[in-house]
Nanobody
Framework: QVQLVESGGGLVQAGGSLRLSCAASGNISSITDMGWYRQAPGKQHDLVAFITRGGTTIYTDSLKGRFTISRDNAKNTVYLQMNTLEPEDTGLYSC????????????WGQGTQVTVSS
C-alpha cells in the first residue's frame, strides 16, 4: 500500500502563488504516475496534471502556463507550483499515485484546501 500526505494549501490573494507537495510512503517502488485533481465547490472532480515516473507531464489545457507539476523520485514527492492564482482555482486539491500490484491501484491523499480571494 501507498500512503499520500498533501501539504501547502491555504488562503492566498488573486495573483498570488502556492506550492503544493504530496509525499508518498509505503510501497513506493511500485509507484508509476502521480498527479493532482481538484474539486471546486459544487463542481466535479477534475484532473489538474500528472507526471510519469520518467518525468513526462500532462496538463489540463486551461491550466498550462500557470501550473507546473514536478516530481522528486528520491524524496517520493510530487509538487504542484501554482502561479497567478484566480478565485476560480479555489477548491480541494488531491494527489494520487498509481501503484502496480497484481493490477494497477490508485491511491489518494486526503486533500489540501486552496482558497483564492479576489
Amino acid at each position: 500500500q501507498v500512503q499520500l500526505v498533501e501539504s501547502g494549501g491555504g488562503l492566498v490573494q488573486a495573483g498570488g502563488s502556492l506550492r503544493l507537495s504530496c509525499a508518498a510512503s509505503g510501497n513506493i517502488s511500485s509507484i508509476t504516475d502521480m498527479g493532482w485533481y481538484r474539486q471546486a465547490p459544487g463542481k466535479q472532480h477534475d484532473l489538474v496534471a500528472f507526471i510519469t515516473r520518467g518525468g513526462t507531464t500532462i496538463y489540463t489545457d486551461s491550466l498550462k502556463g500557470r501550473f507546473t507539476i514536478s516530481r522528486d523520485n528520491a524524496k517520493n514527492t510530487v509538487y504542484l507550483q501554482m502561479n497567478t492564482l484566480e478565485p476560480e482555482d479555489t477548491g480541494l486539491y488531491s494527489c494520487y499515485a498509481d501503484v502496480i500490484q497484481t493490477r494497477m491501484v490508485r491511491s489518494w491523499g486526503q486533500g489540501t484546501q486552496v482558497t483564492v480571494s479576489s
